[in-house]
């Protein structure tokens, strides 16, 4: 049996203002494919507010019911649609590659922008980009004296398109669309040597943002604030006894926005499959999931040293999915966000997306920003870097600033 391609995916459009449109995939399964349809209906800036997934290990049917994160969101439905059909094992579409077995290494652009400086001016910038699929993998900001800005974006895109030359022109047309008469000119050329990567953190810059991985990754609150602590819950159950075959997961803790893409990329990354699962929440902001799952090998989770652990990486990365820290640069304040990235080399989507968001709705200027990989704890981390301009009303160099935008930019990437 081999669904059509047009049939494997099918989005069902809201009624009414306020309720979700439901998305629906039907296609042979392949292990991670929960994860990955999860991380791309991120991507798009969507929550996910109630989900169903069943399969039989050779096929499966997923219903995900989703909701924009903002109302001023530009959703792409039909670009949505074609995104998640490439990464259906069955489907083929001519202009995206395969995305769950894509090359790492697409073929790097340099956009140039040259404009009129202004507060929240990168922002801007990257929710074109984002509307339009491409990735941001490093900025280079400069100012002149007379206020004109030098914006330099190194960018891949999702759809292989931007060697052409209508798919330039469009980007440019629509940055000039959104940013008016800031913009002076707009240009896209191939990239040439650039390298992912920067120079290693500091220590202090380490132990903020790895703190967790130092005390034996113990779930702790200790650099949230006060009134984000009681938020920070998650129980975390394994039981055996409901089916000869799986091992039942059951998860309640307090929403945010790409909670259930974090419950099945550490899955993925652990080699657990899902047979069934069902993601509900309720009135009060919290997440009910119950998930009937075995290891690759088809066998249950029985051993008990497997359950702590995997019931501990759950609580961790649905808990603390995202770090945020700031620390000093030589003159310079620094803000550092840092992710994990899934073994396959993916990184958290729209990362740079809502940092930049909550910077611009603090009033902080961005002086440069540069995305790399670092290794800290047998594991790979994406990390963002952010120099930051100071502020009249948040002052860097005061403590109590820098705790509220650092407790701003989690909240605004926890969808809080």
């Known amino acids: 049996?081999?669904?059509?391609?047009?049939?494997?995916?099918?989005?069902?459009?809201?009624?009414?203002?306020?309720?979700?449109?439901?998305?629906?995939?039907?296609?042979?399964?392949?292990?991670?494919?929960?994860?990955?349809?999860?991380?791309?209906?991120?991507?798009?800036?969507?929550?996910?507010?109630?989900?169903?997934?069943?399969?039989?290990?050779?096929?499966?049917?997923?219903?995900?019911?989703?909701?924009?994160?903002?109302?001023?969101?530009?959703?792409?439905?039909?670009?949505?649609?074609?995104?998640?059909?490439?990464?259906?094992?069955?489907?083929?579409?001519?202009?995206?590659?395969?995305?769950?077995?894509?090359?790492?290494?697409?073929?790097?652009?340099?956009?140039?922008?040259?404009?009129?400086?202004?507060?929240?001016?990168?922002?801007?910038?990257?929710?074109?980009?984002?509307?339009?699929?491409?990735?941001?993998h490093r900025v280079k900001v400069s100012t002149t004296p007379d206020g004109r800005v030098v914006d330099l974006f190194f960018i891949t895109d999702a759809m292989e398109l931007l060697h052409t030359k209508a798919r330039r022109v469009d980007t440019c047309g629509r940055l000039s669309a959104v940013l008016g008469e800031s913009v002076n000119s707009c240009e896209i050329e191939l990239a040439e040597s650039f390298q992912h990567g920067f120079s290693?953190?500091?220590?202090?810059?380490?132990?903020?943002?790895?703190?967790?991985?130092?005390?034996?990754?113990?779930?702790?609150?200790?650099?949230?604030?006060?009134?984000?602590?009681?938020?920070?819950?998650?129980?975390?159950?394994?039981?055996?006894?409901?089916?000869?075959?799986?091992?039942?997961?059951?998860?309640?803790?307090?929403?945010?926005?790409?909670?259930?893409?974090?419950?099945?990329?550490?899955?993925?990354?652990?080699?657990?499959?899902?047979?069934?699962?069902?993601?509900?929440?309720d009135k009060r902001g919290s997440r009910e999931v119950d998930l009937f799952v075995q290891h690759s090998d088809g066998k249950k989770v029985i051993d008990p040293d497997k359950q702590d652990?995997?019931?501990?990486?759950?609580?961790?990365?649905?808990?603390?999915?995202?770090?945020?820290?700031?620390?000093?640069?030589g003159p310079d304040v620094e803000l550092l966000v840092a992710n994990p990235v899934e073994l396959c080399g993916k990184g958290r989507p729209r990362v740079f997306h809502d940092v930049t968001l909550a910077l611009k709705l603090l009033g902080i200027c961005i002086f440069s920003a540069e995305i790399g990989r670092h290794t800290a704890f047998e594991r790979q981390w994406e990390v963002y870097r952010f120099l930051l301009d100071d502020s009249r009303e948040l002052p860097l160099a005061n403590s109590q600033a820098r705790s509220q935008i650092v407790d701003r930019v989690r909240r605004t990437m926890m969808g809080w």
């Open 1 to 136: 049996m081999v669904a059509a391609s047009e049939d494997a995916v099918v989005i069902q459009p809201a009624k009414r203002a306020g309720e979700p449109t439901v998305v629906t995939v039907n296609c042979p399964d392949q292990t991670g494919l929960g994860c990955d349809l999860c991380r791309a209906i991120l991507d798009f800036g969507l929550c996910i507010t109630r989900g169903d997934v069943s399969t039989d290990g050779k096929w499966c049917y997923l219903v995900f019911w989703v909701v924009p994160r903002s109302t001023s969101s530009n959703i792409q439905w039909p670009s949505l649609k074609n995104r998640l059909l490439s990464l259906c094992p069955s489907c083929s579409i001519p202009f995206y590659f395969d995305m769950a077995n894509r090359p790492m290494t697409s073929q790097m652009y340099l956009l140039k922008l040259f404009s009129v400086d202004r507060k929240g001016l990168l922002h801007d910038v990257t929710k074109v980009l984002c509307e339009l699929e491409l990735t941001i």
């Open 200 to 281: 290693s953190l500091p220590p202090a810059a380490m132990e903020e943002l790895f703190r967790l991985e130092m005390s034996g990754g113990e779930v702790c609150s200790q650099s949230l604030s006060p009134e984000m602590k009681r938020l920070k819950k998650a129980d975390v159950n394994v039981d055996n006894s409901l089916s000869h075959s799986h091992t039942l997961i059951q998860i309640h803790c307090v929403d945010q926005k790409g909670l259930l893409y974090d419950i099945m990329r550490t899955l993925k990354d652990c080699s657990i499959q899902v047979a069934y699962g069902r993601f509900l929440s």
């Open 309 to 329: 652990i995997l019931s501990s990486q759950l609580k961790l990365e649905m808990l603390h999915p995202l770090r945020v820290a700031i620390a000093n640069r």
